[in-house]
């Protein structure tokens, strides 16, 4: 069960309409996402940054962030962060496995095949040829030039150690990328969602070159809401793809999806919908399951990185912090603290190679990998990165 804060979402209506104009998005009457194509909100110019309050019967208004600027953050250091997240968590403490479904795509296909013979309600409807098609992209890797990465993150009341997870981290991780692909001219753009009836549902600061910038607005976000278990992970992404990415095939695009709970079964279809609207972009979306997922949680994500070719990454229980984290449905992976997960996963793209931890990034093995590869009961073999 997420927690659940008290429910603000009226007075935060009336405070963000109170300044506004006429709205930028008409009234939705089934609470779906206002932007209704790339570049468009209701037919209108794409907002830079905004969020959207929900109220009663799903009305959506939105308002453009103030020009001012999140409040001042805390301070991140050997200490841990002390800003606005919840609790204090210290660098480089959260550890992650990764795996790709692409580079075992029969894994991959005998996991789906025996969620979905479970009968699961709101699963995701990628048919075969879709897979088949990723698998085949995925094997094509060019070294890329540019950096563009968006952080998509759950920012529900059981998301605080990972959201002050990333608030703690973030100027390293900018700064060792910066240090190996000085060239890359990293942008960043951050989409928080939450849910329907909570504080808002999605809230997006578009793509930012200035990195202190985009610090500001990650260390003002907090976890709070989310009295059910679902959430608007749909609205999420489909907010995510539609933002300022740059189109030279020379850019790596990389959607660091960080949750811990499924979309409505409901909205299935728009979940869908929205990876596909990643794919399309050539947008790799790396989800970052976390403590508390269920089966569906999991494939949805790996589904999410096999269509877009990007890879699963999983939280594990090694670093000791949070609620339990669920053993990923994967015979073999490395565990290393997640800013190296997630460096090396941006080191893939820029590269276009594939590579294995450093023995200094390793904190151990699941399934006694050799030389990038675990030998099953079966005979089969498979491959880990």
């Known amino acids: 069960m997420k927690l659940s804060t008290t429910r603000a979402w009226m007075v935060a209506l009336l405070a963000v309409c109170a300044g506004c104009s006429t709205p930028d998005s008409t009234n939705v009457a089934d609470g779906t996402d206002p932007i209704v194509g790339d570049g468009e909100v209701a037919g209108a110019p794409a907002p830079k940054d905004g969020d959207e309050i929900f109220g009663s019967g799903g009305d959506v208004s939105y308002a453009e962030a103030p020009s001012s600027g999140p409040a001042a953050p805390g301070s991140a250091g050997t200490g841990g962060w002390t800003g606005t997240g919840n609790g204090t968590i210290q660098p480089g403490t959260l550890t ?30 990628f048919d075969n040829q879709e897979h088949d098609a990723a698998r085949a992209a995925a094997n094509v890797r060019p070294a890329k030039q540019e950096l563009d990465i968006s952080l998509v993150i759950d920012t529900t009341g059981s998301m605080g150690d990972e959201i002050a997870y ?3 981290e973030f100027d390293a991780l900018a700064a060792t990328i910066q240090a190996k692909y000085p060239g890359a001219a990293q942008h960043w753009s951050l989409v928080l969602y939450k849910d329907t009836m909570d504080e808002y549902v999605t809230r997006w600061f578009d793509f930012r070159a200035d990195t202190v910038e985009f610090r500001s607005k990650l ?35 990389l959607m660091f999806w960080v949750a811990d709970a499924p979309h ?7 979940m869908t919908d929205a990876i596909r609207g990643a794919r399309d972009k050539g947008i790799h979306i790396y989800p970052v399951a976390s403590s508390g997922i269920d089966e569906m949680t999991e494939l949805t994500m790996r589904e999410a990185a ?12 090694d670093s000791g912090v949070g609620n339990d984290h669920k053993e990923a449905s994967v015979p073999c992976y490395f565990v290393t603290k997640l800013d ?16 294995e931890p450093t023995a200094a990034e390793l904190v151990r093995s699941g399934g006694n990998p050799q030389s990038g590869a675990c030998k099953l009961a079966s005979g089969q073999t498979v491959t880990i990165y």
């Open 264 to 270: 409505h079964a409901e909205k299935a279809q728009k």
């Open 306 to 317: 096999q269509i877009t070719g990007g890879r699963y990454l999983f939280l594990t229980d």
């Open 166 to 168: 990333l608030q703690t």
């Open 219 to 253: 260390a003002a976000q907090s976890a709070g809401g989310g009295a059910d278990f679902p959430e608007a992970a749909d609205q999420g992404l489909s907010i995510a793809h539609r933002l300022s990415w740059r189109t030279s095939p020379s850019t790596a695009k």
């Open 96 to 125: 992650a496995g990764v795996w790709d479904d692409n580079q075992n795509f029969g894994v991959f296909v005998a996991y789906r095949d025996k969620i979905k013979a479970q009968g699961t309600p709101g699963l995701l409807t």
């Open 340 to 355: 190296n997960a997630i460096l090396r996963m941006v080191d893939v793209e820029l590269s276009g190679a594939y590579r």
